[in-house]
């Protein structure tokens, strides 16, 4: 069936560092990939997100690139905040049955100190 | 607008009691998603719901778990006879209809079996 892998941490890093997330997924058809974030105490929020091969995703200074030929969605920062700590979700749409249920990653958390 | 909302916040039942978990999806989203998430399995698809069509129940982990959607509004979710292992947070999502639409998520259930 589909899946996605990606880092699962617990990752540490300082104000201004730069921030990469892996995520590759396994999947039959194209499906859409997502990452979803949820902020300490508060709900699962998207991120960004691509429909189709070399579609790049882009908020809050967060980017994503959707490559078919890796498999992959890797979500980069250049500056990380203090505020982007959080725990990340990587997904995909799984079109599998026709309901577009998202598969998810196991998560990440990331601190981000002063 | 209103986001989904999700009741109750937080349950706490004994062993071998029935629950219900209520989700109200954002006005206008007919896809209407149940996921739950557990520090050992992450995040999993429950059930999904589209319009009048019959659900995708692919997900339920057990005969004891049951939902339905009346209206094609609100919805709830029922576990039966709960066991330790259904302790985890519900999660509800709703969407516009199918074609990759982003879903959006409720704050969760905190369900705790003692």
């Known amino acids: 069936g589909n899946s996605v892998t990606q880092m699962e941490g617990p990752v540490t890093l300082s104000e201004e560092a730069f921030l990469t997330i892996n995520c590759t997924y396994t999947?039959?058809?194209?499906?859409?990939l997502f990452w979803y974030v949820q902020y300490p105490g508060e709900g699962l929020q998207l991120l960004l997100k691509?429909?189709?091969?070399?579609d790049k995703g882009s908020n809050k200074g967060f980017e994503a690139t959707y490559r078919k030929e890796t498999t992959s969605f890797h979500l980069e920062k250049g500056s990380v905040q203090v505020s982007d700590s959080a725990v990340y979700f990587c997904?995909?749409?799984?079109?599998?049955?026709?309901?577009?249920?998202?598969?998810f990653g196991k998560g990440m958390k990331l601190t981000v100190n002063p | 607008g209103a986001g989904v909302s999700q009741s109750p916040s937080n349950k706490v039942t004994e062993k071998g009691k029935d629950v219900e978990l209520r989700c109200d999806p954002i006005?206008?989203?007919?896809?209407l998603y149940w996921y739950r998430q557990s520090l050992g399995q992450g995040l999993e698809f429950l059930i999904y719901?589209?319009?009048?069509?019959?659900?995708?129940k692919s997900g339920l982990p057990s005969d004891r778990f049951s939902a339905e959607r009346t209206g094609g509004s609100v919805s709830t979710l029922t576990i039966q006879r709960t066991q330790q292992e259904d302790s985890a947070v519900y999660l509800c999502?709703?969407?516009?209809?199918?074609?990759?639409?982003?879903?959006?998520f409720g704050d969760g259930t905190r369900l705790s079996i003692l």
């Open positions: 999502a709703s969407s516009y209809r199918q074609g990759n639409q982003p879903q959006h």
């Open positions: 999947a039959t058809g194209y499906p859409s």
């Open positions: 691509a429909t189709k091969a070399d």
């Open positions: 997904a995909l749409s799984d079109l599998q049955g026709g309901s577009e249920k998202l598969v």
């Open positions: 006005s206008g989203h007919t896809a």
């Open positions: 719901f589209q319009g009048n069509s019959a659900p995708d």
